[in-house]
């Protein structure tokens, strides 16, 4: 799919903040109402747009541990790997999950109300899976997090 500086335009506004209206992004990328909502069906359509969702504030929500979870397996089968990644997909408290390439198999990003909902997490995480060394890194501030691309 094609995408012109128009689309880019729309794109950021989008991700900067879904919630406005179609006329506010038309007169922010300079064109109608009609032409905007038709780019960004058609950028719906062709995968660039997925899910609209809010950004919730998960310290005031009472969620104040953020973990970062280094994993380390021995096993490499299909069917340990499809067992870990149901494990990671049944569990909230999993904000992210990624392969890596080097030292570490696996890195999640656990976001928990606190340390001992994290150790509730853990045991239930190498119930269900054998791996070989996990190490847990408790984030002491955000510095910074933010969803948007550099378009």
Known sequence: ??????D?????ELQRDAGQSLDEIARKVGSSKTPVWNRIRKLREGGVLGQQTVVLDAEKLGFEAT????????EHEADWQAKFLKALRDRPEVQEAHRLAGDIDYILKVRVRNAR????FYQALISEVKVHNVTALLSMEEIKATTELPL
Request: proline share 0%.
């Open 1 to 6: 799919m094609k995408i012109d500086d128009t």
């Open 8 to 12: 880019r335009k729309i794109l950021a």
């Open 67 to 74: 973990f970062f979870v280094l994993i380390r397996t021995s």
């Open 117 to 120: 909902a994290y150790d509730v």
